[in-house]
């Protein structure tokens, strides 16, 4: 048992000094499941040791005491930071100030589908169910494609397509409104993003629909972080107006308890952008197949602060590994 507790508090430990290390990484992505563990652990140490106490020697009683004590000031510091991820990541507060200049209000759909869901029928059903106006996908295939096409071309016109090559699923964008693409503007990383503009109002709406890079190997994990980096340089380099409405819808294999999360996209776009789904407390956007029980939260939606959302729902879609979002907004 003091083997455990110390160990425990030894991976604990670690993974708050060295956050920025892929096995930290992978930790702290499940970290609502390490909280509530390490909470269980200190009331179960601390039971055991009252229920012990008279039968232990002085040596073994410090030790235990020492135990009691690492664990429950891990404890604290893995509750604290969780409690802070939704309080204080971002200052850029979620009211809006002014009034409403437009008289429209658009419904989005946002899901990374899953290459290889085959349930077609529900997929439409779903989408029919909520009627958006725009439709962002990422992990969208061509068999999704051919088995949705009669539906999406009678009631979504226009479309933009994000491919990294003839071989690799990419991001898709249909919309009953006109669209603008602009991702070809500009070279991109490997992993390609949608990068549009929707035409509607006075003052054209940017988009991003971003799905990088899954942290699943050591390759793959230094690859996302290569592409939030040049992310951020990328939207420095558009160089929007300061009245340009911006929504950034993105699957980021990324939680916010991430190190890279907190020091590379906090720091470049608190005061400009400011993350929905933070809102929503906790929310779990992505589970394991075979283990469903364990879920994190790496699906975002970031707005500039001319969107005014009206509503934000998280939705259960049949076989996804991902939730979708659906929701409102409009603009100052």
């Known amino acids: ?3 455990f507790v110390y160990g425990w508090v030894i991976i604990l430990v670690c993974s708050y000094f060295f956050a920025d290390r892929y096995i930290s990484e992978l930790f702290l992505s499940f970290l609502p499941y390490v909280v509530v563990f390490s909470l269980i652990c200190t009331l179960w140490c601390i039971w055991c040791m009252i229920r012990r106490y008279p039968l232990l020697s002085q040596w ?5 005491i020492g135990g009691i004590v690492s664990i429950s000031i891990s404890t604290i510091w893995y509750i604290n930071f969780y409690l802070n991820t939704y ?5 850029h507060s979620s009211s809006f100030d002014g009034t409403i200049s437009t008289s429209w209000t658009i419904t989005v759909l946002y899901a990374n589908i899953y290459k290889n869901n ?4 529900a997929l439409e059903e779903m989408i029919r169910t909520y009627d958006p106006d725009l439709l962002l996908f990422v992990e969208f295939s061509d068999h999704h494609y051919h088995h949705l096409q009669p539906f999406l071309h009678q009631h979504y016109p226009y479309n933009n397509t994000v491919r990294r090559s003839p071989f690799v699923v990419g991001s898709m964008v249909f919309s009953k409104y006109p669209l603008t693409n602009k991702a070809h503007l500009f070279p991109q990383w490997t992993r390609r993003y949608g990068y549009f503009s929707l035409d509607i109002g006075d003052v054209p709406i940017v988009f991003y629909l971003i799905h990088t890079s899954s942290p699943n190997t050591y390759a793959h994990f230094r690859m996302r972080n290569t592409q939030l980096t040049s992310l951020v340089q ?7 107006s300061s009245d340009t409405p911006i929504l950034l819808v993105w699957d980021w294999n990324t939680t916010p308890f991430s190190w890279y999360y907190r020091h590379i996209l906090v720091p470049s776009f608190s005061g400009m952008f400011h993350n929905l789904s933070l809102d929503i407390w ?8 075979y283990f469903p029980f364990l879920q ?3 699906d975002h939606v970031w707005i500039s602060s001319h969107i005014k959302i009206s509503s934000f729902i998280p939705i259960a879609i049949p076989c996804s590994d991902h939730d979708w979002f659906v929701f409102s907004f409009c603009t100052h």
Request: hydrophobic share 50%.
């Open 282 to 289: 906790p929310l779990f956007t992505w589970k394991l197949f």
């Open 296 to 298: 994190a939260h790496i």
């Open 1 to 3: 048992m003091l083997f």
């Open 87 to 91: 309080t204080l990541l971002f200052q």
């Open 60 to 64: 073994l009683r410090w030790l235990w």
């Open 234 to 240: 990328d939207i420095y380099h558009h160089q929007h």
């Open 118 to 121: 085959t349930q077609y029928e």
